[in-house]
């Protein structure tokens, strides 16, 4: 087993935490306005819902679609469904299209730690989440908005490599810049009966600085 991280804990001024033993209900819209702060021009983030389970589907299942910034969408993340988010924002092709591609990385604006409770003990999670969502029984997505939008694609991917290897989240398939995270609400297909997503913590205030993460996750 991996050392223990020496985390870095910041003292900020109190924030409105909604934080219970039940689920905190959060739609899936207001949630993605406010970790991209509502101020996405041509960049924008990719969205990614499908049916069935995410071991077997097609590949093209992962394709997503931008997400524009308005209700609109709502339709097209069922709450029966798998519904991700890419944490960062992307610039569209020449063909108008977006894709989570390492060369139309435009900014990042948070960060994820995965499996939570199941490879990863809680109490390793010491520096307090923007939000904690309950994606398979006792299993955690950990999630910290950046204060900053994270331009710098390099810096980006260390700091992405910092928390794998601190053994907090796996190395995923298409690389730090193009990770994807699950919406609150939605289900793990992986699961029968499906698994509904439950918000377990949502600090919407709470943002941190590139740096103040850097120091939680030993960046070297």
């Known amino acids: 087993m991996r050392a ?3 985390v870095t804990v910041f003292q900020t001024e109190p924030m409105e935490t909604e934080k219970t033993d039940e689920t905190v209900f959060v739609g899936n819209q207001d949630f993605l306005r406010t970790v991209f702060c509502g101020e996405l021009v041509n960049a924008r983030p990719v969205v990614v819902s499908f049916k069935g389970d995410p071991r077997t589907v097609p590949k093209k299942s992962w394709s997503g679609e931008p997400w524009q910034g308005n209700s609109g969408l709502a339709a097209d993340l069922p709450a029966d469904a798998n519904n991700f988010f890419s944490l ?7 063909s108008g299209e977006y894709r989570r591609k390492k060369a139309r990385f435009q900014a990042q604006y948070a960060v994820m730690l995965d499996d ?8 390793r999670v010491t520096l307090p989440p923007s939000w904690v969502i309950e994606t398979s029984p006792g299993n955690c997505q950990v999630g910290y908005l950046l204060r900053e939008p994270l331009a710098d694609g390099l810096v980006a991917d ?3 490599n910092a928390i794998i290897a601190a053994g907090l ?3 995923g398939a298409s690389g730090p810049r193009a990770r994807l995270a699950r919406l609150p609400v939605g289900v793990n297909g992986k699961h029968a009966p499906l698994f ?6 949502w600090s919407r205030d709470l943002r941190y600085s590139v740096e103040e993460l850097g120091a939680a996750f030993n960046w070297r």
Request: glycine letters at 4%; hydrophobic letters at 40%.
């Open 169 to 171: 989240c796996d190395p």
């Open 4 to 6: 223990m991280m020496n």
């Open 196 to 201: 509904a997503s439950r918000v377990r913590e």
């Open 158 to 160: 260390r700091l992405m």
């Open 116 to 123: 939570v409770g199941s490879k990863i003990p809680t109490e």
């Open 88 to 94: 960062a924002v992307f610039m569209p092709d020449d």
